[in-house]
T-cell receptor, first 114, second 115 residues
Framework: DVKVTQSSRYLVKRTGEKVFLECVQD?????MFWYRQDPGLGLRLIYFSYDVKMKEKGDIPEGYSVSREKKERFSLILESASTNQTSMYLC?????????????FGQGTRLTVV | AQKITQTQPGMFVQEKEAVTLDCTYDTSDPSYGLFWYKQPSSGEMIFLIYQGSYDQQNATEGRYSLNFQKARKSANLVISASQLGDSAMYFC????????????FGTGTRLQVTL
C-alpha cells in the first residue's frame, strides 16, 4: 500500500512565523501535491511537483512556497504565517490507475495561526 | 478548465437506507476520470470509487456505485444499505486521462447516517 506521511496532525503557530509542513512518501512516485481544505471551498491546489527540484504553482500559491530536494519529501513553507492560512493541509501523491489519476493522501495537518 | 459542482452541503439518511450524493462536472477534455473520496472526522481522505469517461459500464465497489450519465455530465455516488460509519464528508473529483496530473475537487457533501 502507498503510504503518505505528514509530519504533524495539529500545529499552532503565531502570526509572522515561518512554518514548515513536511510530507514523505514511500512509493517512489514523481508527482506530489499540496492542497488546503476549507469548509465550503473543498480542496484547492497550492503547489505541486513532478520531480526533484521541480515545482509548479497551483490555484492558490500566494503566501506559500515549496521545496523538493529529495524525491520522497515535499515540503510546504509558509514564509510568514497569517491568520487566513488557518486551514487543513493535505499532501497527496498522484498516480495512474488504469488510464486515470488516483490520489493517495496523507492524514492531513490542521494548522491554526494565532 | 475543469469544474466540479456538489450542490448538497449536507444530507441525512437513515441506517440501512440507500442515499445518492450528487456531482455534476464540466470539462472540455474528451477523456477524463471521475472519483469519489470519503473523509471521516479524523481527516484522512479515503478513495472510494472511480469511473473513466470511456467506460461503458457504471463502476461499483461493494456498497458504492457510481451513476455515470455522460450526456448530463453527472457522476452521482450511490451508497446502499447505509451504515453509521458512512457518516463523513464526501468529495467528488475529476482528473485528466493518461497522466498523473492535477485533480479538481468539489466542495463536498456532509453525510449523516441516523438510527
Amino acid at each position: 500500500d502507498v503510504k503518505v506521511t505528514q509530519s504533524s496532525r495539529y500545529l499552532v503557530k503565531r502570526t509572522g512565523e515561518k512554518v514548515f509542513l513536511e510530507c514523505v512518501q514511500d512509493m517512489d512516485h514523481e508527482n506530489m501535491f499540496w492542497y488546503r481544505q476549507d469548509p465550503g471551498l473543498g480542496l484547492r491546489l497550492i503547489y505541486f511537483s513532478y520531480d526533484v527540484k521541480m515545482k509548479e504553482k497551483g490555484d492558490i500559491p500566494e503566501g506559500y512556497s515549496v521545496s523538493r530536494e529529495k524525491k520522497e519529501r515535499f515540503s510546504l513553507i509558509l514564509e510568514s504565517a497569517s491568520t487566513n492560512q488557518t486551514s487543513m493541509y493535505l499532501c497527496a501523491i498522484h498516480s495512474l490507475r488504469g488510464r486515470n489519476t488516483e490520489a493517495f493522501f496523507g492524514q492531513g495537518t490542521r494548522l491554526t495561526v494565532v | 478548465a475543469q469544474k466540479i459542482t456538489q450542490t448538497q452541503p449536507g444530507m441525512f439518511v437513515q441506517e440501512k437506507e440507500a442515499v445518492t450524493l450528487d456531482c455534476t462536472y464540466d470539462t472540455s477534455d474528451p477523456s477524463y476520470g471521475l472519483f469519489w473520496y470519503k473523509q471521516p472526522s479524523s481527516g484522512e481522505m479515503i478513495f472510494l470509487i472511480y469511473q473513466g469517461s470511456y467506460d461503458q459500464q457504471n463502476a461499483t465497489e461493494g456498497r458504492y456505485s457510481l451513476n455515470f450519465q455522460k450526456a448530463r455530465k453527472s457522476a452521482n455516488l450511490v451508497i446502499s444499505a447505509s451504515q453509521l460509519g458512512d457518516s463523513a464528508m464526501y468529495f467528488c473529483a475529476m482528473g485528466p486521462t493518461g497522466t498523473a496530473s492535477k485533480l479538481t475537487f468539489g466542495t463536498g457533501t456532509r453525510l449523516q447516517v441516523t438510527l
